[in-house]
């Protein structure tokens, strides 16, 4: 956030920073498949429902 902010660039989202500089994303970080898999397994961890909305 602190780039981001200092830098001015308000349309930034979902990215990744390493030593102040923006780092392209592994695949596994942005495969929706792979973000649903651990979230239906981290709701179960934590009793949370599985879908949300």
């Known amino acids: ?28 970080a942005v495969d929706k498949q792979t973000a649903e898999g651990l979230w239906e397994i981290s709701s179960k961890l934590c009793d949370l429902p599985i879908k949300l909305v």
């Open 1 to 28: 956030m602190y780039n981001v902010r200092l830098m001015g660039q308000n349309d930034t989202n979902g990215q990744y920073y390493s030593n102040s500089k923006n780092e392209k994303l592994l695949p596994h």
